[in-house]
């Protein structure tokens, strides 16, 4: 038995639930923050089979797809000046990890 942890973009977490839920995975959803742009990300628990972490992965994969946008960035430009700049960085994309589970009861 696996347990996966997945970190996804909250635009992509309804799609990213839809589709486990749908070929039969059963999963936690949480609501987290990233550390790096300090916006809202959703991270799903979900215990399987081992022979169905690979499913897994491709479904998060199929609806979590990386992309661009541009986000403000502060530049200092002298005492008490700052001004804000557009940035581009990737977000969206899905962190996975993927832990042996020793035991698992359901009570």
């Known amino acids: 038995m696996k347990l996966i942890l997945a970190i996804v ?18 999963v ?31 479904i998060i994969g199929e609806h979590s797809k990386s992309r661009k946008e541009m986000v403000p960035a502060s530049a200092s430009y002298g005492v008490g000046m700052y001004t804000a700049f557009p940035v581009q960085v990737s977000v ?5 990890f993927v832990l042996d589970v020793e035991q698992f009861h359901k009570l």
């Open 28 to 58: 936690t959803r949480l609501a987290t923050t990233g550390g790096f742009l300090m916006s809202g990300n959703t991270t799903f628990i979900c215990g399987t089979d081992d022979e169905k972490v690979e499913e897994a992965i491709s």
């Open 92 to 96: 969206g994309g899905a962190t996975i």
């Open 9 to 26: 973009s909250d635009d992509d977490g309804s799609r990213v639930q839809s589709g486990l839920t749908k070929n039969g995975f059963q």
